[in-house]
């Protein structure tokens, strides 16, 4: 005991006196002083060799190159690792990839949680969702001995068969903006840095190291920029990653506009900007145009860059700017007064948070006739049909790939099904029932066995990846026929859709019940068996609209790259976006397009109604109403609130601007206000380049979906 209190005392002195040393020798340390003091003292202190090293990568597993003199060893089998300065107490940056939880961990032999997908979680339109997800995230990343993650995606789904829409969350700006700003500010809190990315308009993974997109100032202002100006303002990440795609003829990795003009003067962004990798394309412009830091290499960033300094072509003050950047974000993370320290992950815990926010993120599509949820005292029989649904649900592919635990690394393209199997979830909620599981390999065997059935869930897929679009809506694999056939054989079948995007339906009206469940993640099959028994009431609504056919799109046809491999890498081909601010619901708004789903929709097990419009204007604009659950069970509702702005604005019909998430018993009715933001009802002024509010009349429209908004009031704004 007197051992024990003796050597406390001395290791506290001892690590008094360590600290008084730091802060003597190493006065940056002292965590009172700003990030932005903290970063200029270091620089100060800098040698060029040590700036130079801060600005590129070290290469990655699997790379086919790697750095002269760069040891591989440093790196902790992630996507990239950056030198620290060890002399000054930089430590080593380690980053990750993480869009629905830490990747590579069957590289290095560890374990991650698998969230559901990004795309679900914005279905959740839950901001301490999306805070949740950041935060496990961020431990998970430390317990791994990462303190940078490269999640963060946010561009917006301006095209629905982009590869990567499981990665985003949306079509709506304000909606994407405030779940990944949430989802970040949660990260980073776990002293992490925090990343946002594809910055910016890489809506569409074909060509995308080829494609120069064409669109206006006002339209990208409007539309992804608005998303990314969101989630930077909530989050204040440390960095942002541009994307490989050129805007306007430029690569976004040396597009000064981009870069520099919007993010880091107009919206103040302190972080640094960060290549795709191997999406830098020049030294001296890209370094001028505002790229701080080159992945995974230093083709660009490395020697090339010191000689330019050496040669007086890239100031000095250039170089230090793109160092303090990344220095500030180090210290405003935290990652470097908290160092990593590996850790065992918390699997259980892990487990319950993916539930949970699968269970938000599912979105009850359809239930005709009441179907849903399963009454199980009048079950004896329920068909489980559909591949792999005995034992697995697919999660998306590419860089946001969490490895499945014991399947060890997966590959590249690789259709990764996660140990979460629907069979064993629902069989334990109807223990009375005989549970029977056909593949549906053989449709008229499956459509035999839903016959015999009381009722069958079908459990179809459609698979997605970073380096691919999909080639149209639909289910892939026949899994529409299979679906008729069992439809045919049994009125009650339900269809559960495992999808990173929207799917075309043209079973639609032979089914009782459709639920979304995207790309559920680790838990996916206990929360879509919650969902099915109604031990969960669903909540979730869409984030993007499902559209009836691809020839309703603003692009009724992909616009892809040329086929000749010779040109690849080279700006070969545009892709247009003259739909402009009309993204997602507003396209179909303003063309008159019937949709198959529309953005915000999702049904509950109970039902609500909408009453008592007050829109209160002056210092700021409210929308103050009534949700009264008027079913028989408690719910929560997404109540949503639209603005029409007035016609000489030239805007789509109408746009998100706010929403809250009420939580109601049966019968019980709440008053909600929603403050909305002048800037959410403004538009962007080309001539002036800024954010005007127009003049004129607002209309206000209230309720749970784009397509039912009850409560309509007009007022007037100057
Ligand atoms: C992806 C990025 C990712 C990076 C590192 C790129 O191919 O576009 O999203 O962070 O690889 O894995």
Not at 344 to 351: A, M, N, T
Not at 554 to 579: C, I, N, Q, S
Not at 600 to 616: C, D, I
Request: aromatic content about 8%; hydrophobic content about 40%.
């Amino acid at each position: 005991m007197v051992m024990i209190v003796v050597l406390s005392f001395l290791e506290r002195a001892h690590s008094q006196v360590l600290a008084q040393g730091q802060s003597e020798n190493r006065p940056w340390m002292d965590k009172a002083l700003s990030p932005d003091r903290r970063a200029d003292w270091v620089l100060q202190e800098m040698t060029l060799d040590e700036k130079i090293a801060l600005l590129h990568g070290n290469g990655m597993p699997g790379w086919p190159r790697t750095v002269p003199g760069a040891n591989p060893c440093l790196g902790n089998g992630g996507a990239g690792f950056v030198l620290g300065v060890p002399r000054l107490g930089i430590p080593i940056i380690q980053m990750s990839d993480a869009a629905y939880g830490v990747r590579s961990s069957g590289e290095n032999g560890r374990y991650s949680t698998a969230l559901p997908s990004s795309i679900a979680s914005a279905a959740s339109w839950d901001v301490q969702a999306a805070c949740a997800y950041g935060a496990l995230i961020g431990r998970e990343l430390r317990a791994q001995g990462y303190n940078m993650t490269l999640g963060g995606g946010v561009n917006l789904t301006r095209e629905p068969r982009n590869g990567r829409t499981f990665e985003y969350l949306g079509e709506d700006p304000i909606l994407a903006g405030t779940m990944v700003g949430n989802r970040v500010k949660c990260e980073q809190a776990q002293h992490v840095i925090g990343d946002m990315k594809h910055y910016a308009l890489n809506d569409q993974e074909s060509g995308r190291n080829e494609v120069n997109v064409i669109i206006g100032k006002r339209a990208m202002r409007e539309s992804d920029l608005l998303a990314f100006q969101i989630g930077i303002e909530i989050a204040d990440p440390g960095a942002v990653m541009c994307s490989y795609n050129a805007v306007m003829g430029d690569y976004a990795c040396e597009n000064k506009y981009l870069l520099t003009d919007v993010l880091k003067k107009d919206w103040n962004f302190k972080g640094f900007v960060l290549s795709d990798w191997a999406g830098t394309h020049s030294t001296e412009k890209a370094s001028a145009a505002g790229l701080d830091h080159e992945e995974p290499m230093d083709d660009f960033f490395g020697e090339k860059f010191k000689a330019a300094v050496e040669a007086g072509k890239i100031p000095m003050s250039e170089l230090n700017d793109h160092v303090h950047r990344i220095l500030r974000s180090e210290f405003a993370s935290g990652m470097v007064d908290n160092p990593v320290q590996k850790s065992v992950v918390d699997v259980e815990g892990g487990f319950d948070i993916s539930r949970h926010i699968a269970e938000q993120s599912i979105v009850l599509l359809k239930n005709d006739q009441g179907i849903l949820p399963l009454d199980r005292t009048k079950l004896r029989s329920i068909a489980v049909i559909g591949t792999n649904a005995n034992t697995s649900m697919i999660s998306g592919g590419g860089s946001a790939q969490v490895d499945p635990p014991g399947h060890g690394a997966t590959q590249w393209k690789e259709h990764v099904w996660f140990p979460t199997s629907p069979l064993k979830a629902i069989a334990p909620k109807a223990p009375e029932a005989t549970v029977e599981f056909d593949s549906g390999a053989d449709p008229a065997s499956a459509a035999a066995l839903a016959k015999r059935s009381d009722v069958a869930i079908v459990f179809v897929y459609q698979w997605e990846s970073e380096d691919m679009d999909l080639p149209n809506l639909s289910l892939p694999e026949n899994q529409d026929a299979i679906i008729e056939q069992v439809a045919a054989a049994n009125p009650r079948t339900l269809v559960v859709l495992e999808t990173g995007t929207a799917v075309t339906m043209p079973w639609l009206n032979q089914v009782r019940g459709v639920v979304e469940a995207w790309y559920a993640g680790s838990k996916g099959a206990d929360a879509v068996a919650n969902i099915l028994f109604g031990e969960v009431n669903p909540s979730a609504k869409l984030p993007m609209t499902f559209p009836r056919s691809e020839a309703d799109l603003p692009h009724p046809r992909l616009v892809t790259p040329p086929p000749d491999k010779a040109t690849e890498g080279k700006l070969t081909f545009e892709v247009h976006y003259d739909e402009r601010l009309k993204v997602g619901y507003k396209w179909y708004d303003a063309e008159n397009k019937p949709v198959l789903f529309p953005f915000g929709f999702g049904l509950s097990y109970t039902t609500f109604s909408y009453s008592g419009l007050r829109v209160t204007t002056g210092s700021g604009t409210t929308v103050g109403f009534t949700v009264k659950n008027t079913g028989s069970r408690a719910g929560e509702e997404i109540a949503e609130v639209y603005a029409a702005l007035p016609a000489n604005a030239g805007e789509p019909p109408k746009r998100l601007v706010g929403w809250d998430k009420v939580q109601l018993n049966a019968g019980e009715s709440k008053e909600v206000t929603v403050p909305v933001k002048t800037f959410y009802l403004s538009i962007y002024d080309e001539a002036s380049d800024s954010w005007k509010l127009v003049p004129g009349s607002y209309t206000f429209m209230v309720g749970g979906s784009s397509q039912n908004l009850p409560l309509v009031e007009t007022v007037n704004l100057k």
